[in-house]
């Protein structure tokens, strides 16, 4: 089972979202069947098995095992991921275009470059699984607090500065390029 699953297709999105079958994924962190689920959730067998159905063609949910019970089989499935992101290319192909916004300090600009990094890293993870491997990343996650306008402009200035003296002290042309995003932005207030 993967940590989080990026969902790529709308169709899949839509499967994912629906409040039925969002549950059912819930429930699936431990391996269960149709029966199982029913038991549990309250919903006729036969529904769920439909649910699971469309989730199933769409990945979100794998085959565990199979269990023989006389001349009955029943299978037991497992949700394909702990959690799921929807990426914005299932909304639309051209989301999460950062180029598409000539406005770097804009709030819009900042989200279709998070919107990116979902859809990279969601391919480059998947890549990574399907072959065995470790994706490598990086992520640095801290909080900051600026006393004036002044301060917080000082304060980017002084880390352009130095995240371009470390990439051109890093980079070269023949290695494996690799994308750095550093970006800031206030907090919500219901987190602070």
């Given at each position: 089972m993967q940590e989080?699953?990026?969902i790529?297709s709308?169709?899949?999105?839509a499967?994912?979202?629906d409040?039925?079958?969002?549950r059912l994924?819930?429930?699936l962190?431990?391996?269960a069947?149709?029966a199982?689920?029913?038991?549990r959730?309250?919903i006729?067998?036969?529904k ?7 989730l199933e063609?769409?990945?979100l ?6 269990r023989?019970h006389?001349g009955?089989?029943e299978?037991v499935l ?9 990426s914005?290319a299932?909304v639309?192909a051209s ?5 598409a916004?000539a406005?770097?300090?804009?709030a819009g600009?900042?989200v ?7 859809r990279?890293?969601?391919a ?9 491997t470790?994706?490598p990343?990086?992520?640095i996650d801290?909080q ?5 306008a002044a ?9 352009t500065a ?9 980079h070269?042309d023949d290695g494996r390029?690799?994308?750095?995003l550093?970006a800031?932005h ?5 987190i602070?």
């Amino acid at each position: 089972m993967q940590e989080v699953e990026v969902i790529e297709s709308a169709e899949a999105a839509a499967a994912a979202l629906d409040p039925v079958r969002a549950r059912l994924l819930a429930e699936l962190a431990v391996p269960a069947s149709a029966a199982g689920l029913a038991a549990r959730v309250g919903i006729a067998r036969q529904k769920i098995n439909y649910h699971l159905k469309a989730l199933e063609a769409h990945g979100l949910v794998k085959l565990s095992e199979e269990r023989r019970h006389g001349g009955i089989t029943e299978r037991v499935l497992q949700a394909s991921a702990v959690a799921y992101v929807v990426s914005p290319a299932a909304v639309t192909a051209s989301a999460a275009d950062p180029e598409a916004n000539a406005d770097h300090l804009s709030a819009g600009y900042l989200v279709a470059l998070a919107g990116r990094v979902v859809r990279e890293v969601g391919a480059l993870a998947r890549r990574a699984g399907a072959s065995g491997t470790r994706l490598p990343t990086l992520t640095i996650d801290t909080q900051i607090g600026f006393r004036s306008a002044a301060e917080r402009a000082a304060f980017a200035d002084d880390l352009t500065a130095a995240v371009l003296e470390l990439a051109a002290r890093y980079h070269h042309d023949d290695g494996r390029l690799h994308r750095l995003l550093v970006a800031a932005h206030p907090l919500p207030e219901e987190i602070t």
